[in-house]
C-alpha cells in the first residue's frame, strides 16, 4: 500500500536498536485506497450547498492461518500485512519474524468484495499447528473473562513484564500528539482515523500508522517493526490517539513496550495491566500536560511518592 515519502524516509532513518533488517517474504500488496470521495450536502449558516467529502473507507479484512481463518476485522486498506503479522504477535501466534515465511493477499476469491480483502499467512510451522495453538491460546485468553487478575495472569503466561530500565521525561511526551498529527496523511484529508505512533524515548517517531480502529492501528505500527525484526522495543514509547483498553496493553507488553501514552483515558483494567506489567500508562496527553497512572519509575525527575 502507498505510504508518504516523508514517513518512509523517518522509518528507514530512525528505527530502534535492533539486529539486522530482515524482510518477510511477501507479494506486493494490493488493496484499496484508504480514503474515498463521497457526495454530501453541507448544511451550515448559509444556505445548504452541494460538495464532494473525503470519506475513510472501511471494509473487512479476513486473516487466513495454516488455510483457516483465524480472525476478521473492519479496517481501512493499507499496511494489511502489518495488520496481520502484528496481530499474529499479539495473541502469542508467532513470536519470532522468521515464523513467517510468506504473507499474501487471497488470489482466489469468491466474490468481489473479498478481493483485496483476504490475507493468507504461511508460516514455517506444520500445516495446521498454527490454527490449533491459536484455538488453545484464544482459549486460556477467553477462559477467565469475568476476572481481570486471571486474564493477566494468564497473559502474563505467553508475555512476561516489562523488565528494561526505559525512562523518559515529561517533555517528551508532551511533543509526541503534535508529531503524531503531523506524521496523519489521512485523518487530514477525513478527520476519520485514529494512529498509533512508536517513538524512541528522546520522541523521535519510528514508525507510524492509521485505521478507522484504535486496535488496529497498533497492529498495524507493531506489525510493521516486528516484520523487520526490530523486536523487542524495550527502548521505545507507543503514543495512541485515542482511549486506552486492555487490548491496546497487552499489544504493547507483547512486543515488550515500556511506556504507553494517550490523548485520551484508560480503562481500569489496562492500569492494572500496566502495572503488573513494569509498564508507565499515561493518559489525557495534550497540551499543558497528562496525567501518569502507572510507572512512575519511568519518568525522569519525578519525586518519588512519600
Known amino acids: 500500500m502507498r505510504e508518504g515519502a516523508n514517513l518512509a524516509g523517518r522509518e528507514a532513518r530512525n528505527r530502534p536498536n535492533g539486529p539486522p533488517d530482515r524482510r518477510i517474504l511477501r507479494l ?68 519470532h519474524p522468521d515464523e513467517i515465511v510468506r504473507i499474501e493477499h487471497c488470489r482466489e476469491v469468491r466474490s468481489a468484495e473479498e478481493e483485496g480483502n483476504v490475507v493468507i499467512v504461511r508460516t514455517t510451522r506444520p500445516a495446521g499447528a498454527e490454527v490449533d495453538r491459536a484455538r488453545r491460546l484464544l482459549l486460556t485468553s477467553s477462559s477467565c473473562g469475568l476476572c481481570g487478575k486471571g486474564s493477566i495472569e494468564s ?50 517517531l519510528y514508525a507510524c500508522r492509521e ?58 483494567l489496562a492500569i492494572d495491566l500496566a502495572r503488573a506489567s513494569g509498564m508507565a500508562l499515561v493518559g489525557f496527553l495534550r497540551e499543558g500536560g497528562f496525567n501518569l497512572y502507572s510507572g512512575e519509575e519511568r519518568l525522569s525527575g519525578l519525586a518519588p511518592a512519600r
Open 28 to 95: 506486493m500488496e494490493e488493496t484499496a485506497p484508504p480514503v474515498r470521495r463521497a457526495a454530501i450536502v453541507r448544511f451550515g449558516a448559509a444556505e445548504p450547498e452541494r460538495r464532494e467529502d473525503r470519506v475513510t473507507v472501511e471494509e473487512p479484512l479476513e486473516i487466513r492461518v495454516g488455510g483457516e481463518t483465524l480472525a476478521v476485522t473492519m479496517r481501512t486498506p493499507g499496511h494489511d500485512f502489518d495488520l496481520a503479522a502484528g496481530w499474529l504477535l499479539a495473541e502469542g501466534i508467532v513470536q
Open 155 to 204: 497473559l502474563h503466561g505467553h508475555f512476561p513484564p516489562v523488565t528494561s530500565p526505559a525512562r523518559t521525561d515529561a517533555a517528551v511526551l508532551g511533543r509526541l500528539p503534535d508529531t503524531l498529527r503531523k506524521a496523519q496523511a489521512n485523518f487530514a484529508q477525513t478527520g476519520g482515523l485514529h494512529a498509533a505512533g512508536i517513538f524512541s524515548l528522546s520522541g523521535e
Open 211 to 268: 485505521d478507522i480502529g484504535r486496535h488496529n492501528a497498533v497492529d498495524k505500527t507493531i506489525g510493521s517493526l516486528f516484520r523487520q525484526g526490530r523486536l523487542p522495543l524495550s527502548e521505545t514509547i507507543l503514543a495512541v490517539s485515542g482511549r486506552v483498553s486492555f487490548e491496546i496493553v497487552q499489544k504493547a507488553l507483547s512486543a515488550s513496550i515500556p511506556i504507553v501514552a494517550a490523548v485520551s483515558a484508560p480503562s481500569s
